[in-house]
């Protein structure tokens, strides 16, 4: 059974930082990410990452703000959020596919087939 949890949300003053985790189990996948939705705007993706060669991807507001990373080892998605702005409140989801199609855009959320139920990220 293909499960993602994930964990870590909560609320945190602008300026602060939020280390969400996503734990999987039931399978070893190849290409994970970061969604999120806030109240009445589409899913974006935030981050992702390439377990194969260690390639990153981010949504351009969270350049340099955010760190996307994988331990092999825990089978865990971490997602590092520091100088967090109100503007990054939202419902984050992790997203996990065994391997994402050519050419597919890692910030997609159709490049992806299994879900975590999500954890709130309140600024």
């Known amino acids: 059974h293909v499960q993602l949890v994930e964990s870590g949300g909560g609320s945190a003053l602008a300026g602060g930082y939020v280390r969400l985790s996503c734990a999987a189990s039931g399978y070893t996948f190849n290409t994970y990410s970061w969604f999120r939705q806030a109240p009445g705007k589409e899913r974006e993706g935030v981050a992702a990452?390439?377990?194969?060669?260690?390639?990153?991807y981010y949504l351009n507001s969270v350049e340099g703000r955010f760190t996307i990373s994988h331990d092999n080892a825990k089978n865990t998605l971490y997602l590092q959020m520091n100088s967090l702005k109100p503007e990054d409140t939202a419902m984050y989801y992790c997203?996990?596919?065994?391997?994402?199609?050519?050419?597919?855009?890692?910030?997609?959320?159709?490049?992806?087939?299994?879900w975590g139920q999500g954890t709130q990220v309140t600024v």
């Open positions: 997203a996990a596919v065994s391997f994402a199609s050519r050419g597919v855009c890692l910030l997609q959320p159709t490049a992806y087939n299994y």
């Open positions: 990452i390439d377990t194969g060669d260690g390639s990153t």
